[in-house]
Structure formats: structure tokens, C-alpha cells
């Protein structure tokens, strides 16, 4: 099993970091000294999601998150004090900002993860690295990774982690909300032909997403779909091609991973972008940077998008009180005319 596209360390260099990690003072001081938490007095094995089987303990009452989006996940469970420690990186809700922070999301310190005592380190396949699972293993401290790939997985997952993390109802409330909503959007689009989108990640090299990307998926759901017909991740992609498929819209979220935004018209005004009639037009749609996130937010990043895309499907309907009026003082009519 392998955590995708993250640089790997070899096994003999991550020995000789485990053997200096473990063998240094403050490390030894917190491995001997003794728990702020209870010992947990029974475990639950569970398989994660990317088929490793874990003993959690039970109850799990110290999380520490590697993710941002299990992070956010944590807070829309309302578990939030029991998260102990997360990543730099994770910055929603703003509250996570205070946190213990053990780092970022590929070189987490195992000596800080180490020093909260954790009863359960939460990963993401897609955002950390498999050798700091195994050396959090080596510890003895449970990791469990999630591995979501559409909008449908996300909400099972957060199902599935609710249930781990001893809260099912929490859960099940939360996921019955997401599935509803999403229904609900499935319902209002029915009747719209998907919007041709380009969802761009980076301008500069232009960057955009993979078909098999949760984030396609999410497009998906809003009412899009994606001219990038990639089995690729992250597809770097010309732009002369973008130029010749047209694509109606232009998708951005709100942040990068740079921390800024694209000036759209900037944009507008650079070589070959204005080839694109969606930039003429100013056919864009800016959404929260949640659609990058697989976590229970991204819902309401896809309603945004669906809206932006497809205002027509948002309309209110008719003012039916006038349409019964109308009815009724036509049959008023009729019944008088019969009398007559």
C-alpha cells in the first residue's frame, strides 16, 4: 500500500531518523513520563480505508490530525476539545488555528505528536506521507488514514469516523443532512445540461484536475464537467488546448496553495487567455476553497458552484396564491354564466 504521489524516505534513512528521534533526550523524557491522560482499558480493531487493520483505543478521547480536512471533519462532528494537536495547515473553522501545531502535513514532528499523548493519530492518504504512519506504528500509536475519492466516499467516511471516534449519532445527524442536501441539488438540476468547465488549480504552469479526482466528482454533483479527460491527479495542461475546447466557465477556488488568489482581470488581459470566450465574457465561478477539502464542507462549496452554474434551477417558483386566484375567480365566472 502506498500513500500516492508523496517522495518516500528509504528504509535506512528512516531507521537512523527513528534511532536519533528516539534515543534523544526529550524524546526519552516523553516516552517515560507518565500520561496526562486515563490508559484506556480496551481496544476496537477497525480496517482504515486504506485496508491497514488498527486498534483504536476505546474511548478516543486525545486526537491528533495530520489533515486539514479531518480537522474541519473533528469540528462538524462537535468533537472538537478532544482534538489535541493538528497540522499548520489547518486553518477552518478558525478556532483549529489555536491548536497545538506538530507541523505540516508530509514532515509532522513525531517528537511533538509524541508529546500529546494521543489515543489516535487521524491521517489522509492523499495528504501525508505512509512512513510517518509506519513510525507512528513503530511508537505504538494508532494511526487510522482516510482515502476518499468522490463526494459520496466523503460522506461515508465521515460516517465511518464518527462511529471510530465513539460519536455514531453525530454522524449519522450529520451525514443525513449532507445526503439531503445533495439530493435535494440532484432534484433542482435535473432538467440543466452540465456546464463545460475548466477548474483551475494553477495559471502558471496551468494546472487542473484529474477525472478521478474528488474534486471532478464535486463538479460533478454541482451540475459541471470537466474538459480535462486525465487519469492524472494534478494534469499540467496547455493552454492552446483550453483554447480549442471552449470551455463555458472557468472555475477557481478561493486560495491556493501559495496562500493567494488568481486576479481574474489580470487574467483577462494576458496572451491566449483572451482566446477563451469565458474570459471575453467573464464566464468565471469563485468558490470556498472547501471544494479542496474532502470533508463535510465541500458540500456547501458544490450548492455554491450549482448555483453560480445553474441560477436558473434556483429561481422561486411561480406565486402560486395568484394562479389560485386566478382559478378561483374563473370558476366564479363559470358557476355565474351556468346560473345565468
Known amino acids: 500500500m502506498n500513500f500516492a504521489m508523496r517522495p518516500r524516505f528509504t528504509a535506512a534513512s528512516l531507521n537512523a531518523f527513528m534511532i536519533c528521534a528516539l534515543c534523544s533526550p526529550t524524546m526519552l523524557r516523553a516516552q517515560s513520563a507518565t500520561p496526562t491522560r486515563a490508559v484506556p482499558a480496551r481496544f476496537r480493531e477497525v480496517v482504515d480505508e486504506t485496508g491497514r487493520t488498527v486498534r483504536v483505543p476505546q474511548p478516543v478521547l486525545r486526537i491528533v490530525s495530520l489533515a486539514p480536512?479531518?480537522?474541519?471533519?473533528?469540528?462538524?462532528?462537535?468533537?472538537?476539545?478532544?482534538?489535541?494537536?493538528?497540522?499548520?495547515?489547518?486553518?477552518?473553522?478558525?478556532?483549529?488555528?489555536?491548536?497545538?501545531?506538530?507541523?505540516?502535513?508530509?514532515?509532522?514532528?513525531?517528537?511533538?505528536?509524541?508529546?500529546?499523548?494521543?489515543?489516535?493519530?487521524?491521517?489522509?492518504?492523499?495528504?501525508?506521507?505512509?512512513?510517518?504512519?509506519?513510525?507512528?506504528?513503530?511508537?505504538?500509536?494508532?494511526?487510522?488514514?482516510?482515502?476518499?475519492?468522490?463526494?459520496?466516499?466523503?460522506?461515508?467516511?465521515?460516517?465511518?469516523?464518527?462511529?471510530?471516534?465513539?460519536?455514531?449519532?453525530?454522524?449519522?445527524?450529520?451525514?443525513?443532512?449532507?445526503?439531503?442536501?445533495?439530493?435535494?441539488?440532484?432534484?433542482?438540476?435535473?432538467?440543466?445540461?452540465?456546464?463545460?468547465?475548466?477548474?483551475?488549480?494553477?495559471?502558471?504552469?496551468?494546472i487542473s484536475i484529474g477525472k478521478d479526482t474528488f474534486i471532478a466528482d464535486a463538479l460533478r454533483h454541482a451540475g459541471a464537467t470537466s474538459i480535462v479527460d486525465s487519469t492524472q491527479g494534478w494534469p499540467q495542461i496547455s493552454l492552446e488546448e483550453v483554447v480549442r475546447q471552449q470551455p463555458e466557465f472557468l472555475v477557481f477556488a478561493t486560495a491556493h496553495s501559495s496562500g493567494g488568489s488568481v486576479d481574474l482581470e489580470a487574467l483577462a488581459s494576458r496572451p491566449g487567455w483572451r482566446g477563451l470566450e469565458a474570459v471575453r465574457n467573464r464566464r468565471f465561478a469563485v468558490i470556498s476553497e472547501a471544494v479542496n477539502r474532502p470533508a463535510p464542507r465541500i458540500v456547501s462549496a458544490i450548492e455554491d458552484l450549482a448555483r453560480q452554474l445553474h441560477p436558473e434551477a434556483f429561481e422561486p417558483p411561480a406565486n402560486t396564491s395568484v394562479t389560485w386566484a386566478n382559478q378561483s375567480r374563473q370558476a366564479v365566472s363559470e358557476a355565474c354564466s351556468c346560473a345565468l
Open 69 to 206: 480536512s479531518l480537522t474541519e471533519t473533528i469540528y462538524a462532528l462537535g468533537i472538537q476539545d478532544r482534538l489535541a494537536g493538528d497540522t499548520d495547515f489547518c486553518d477552518y473553522p478558525p478556532d483549529a488555528l489555536k491548536k497545538p501545531k506538530v507541523g505540516g502535513g508530509l514532515n509532522p514532528s513525531l517528537e511533538e505528536i509524541v508529546a500529546l499523548h494521543p489515543d489516535l493519530v487521524l491521517a489522509a492518504k492523499a495528504f501525508n506521507r505512509l512512513d510517518t504512519v509506519l513510525a507512528l506504528q513503530t511508537l505504538h500509536i494508532p494511526a487510522y488514514a482516510t482515502d476518499p475519492h468522490t463526494v459520496d466516499q466523503i460522506v461515508s467516511s465521515t460516517r465511518h469516523l464518527a462511529d471510530i471516534l465513539g460519536v455514531p449519532d453525530a454522524g449519522a445527524s450529520l451525514t443525513a443532512d449532507l445526503e439531503h442536501r445533495l439530493a435535494d441539488l440532484q432534484e433542482r438540476l435535473a432538467k440543466s445540461a452540465p456546464r463545460r468547465v475548466l477548474f483551475v488549480v494553477w495559471d502558471e504552469p496551468l
